[in-house]
């Protein structure tokens, strides 16, 4: 089975910004659509931002705007671009499919992502 691996994450001031990268041990040009979630400290998982296999995005009203994701099927790895990141947006950030037809892959590790004020 496919495994994800997070990395990227890290402490950045407020209106900084980081790139995350999500590593698939295989191909991921199968799956329909992939998505960035995040959870923050003492809450739920959320989802961010997702792609489908032709490459359209959506976003969480929470990050649109600042957040921005991609895939290279060829390196079979998906980013999370985060510019003007806000404290609100610390927690661990994790990739996996959407939970729908395909179900989900075994969650990864996540990566931490802690924004100072």
């Known amino acids: 089975q496919v495994q994800l691996v997070e990395s990227g994450g890290g402490l950045v001031q407020a209106g900084g910004s980081l790139r995350l990268s999500c590593a698939a041990s295989g191909s991921i040009s199968g799956f329909n659509a992939m998505g960035w979630y995040r959870q923050p400290p003492g809450k739920q998982r959320e989802l961010v931002a997702v792609?489908?296999?032709?490459?359209?995005?959506n976003y969480a009203d929470s990050v649109k705007g600042r957040f921005t994701i991609s895939r290279d099927n060829a390196k079979d790895t998906v980013y999370l671009q985060m510019n003007s990141l806000k404290p609100e947006d610390t927690g661990v950030y994790y990739c996996?499919?959407?939970?729908?037809?395909?179900?989900?892959?075994?969650w990864g590790q996540g990566t931490q992502v802690t924004v100072s004020s």
């Open positions: 996996n499919l959407l939970g729908r037809g395909q179900g989900y892959l075994p």
């Open positions: 792609i489908d296999s032709a490459g359209m995005t």
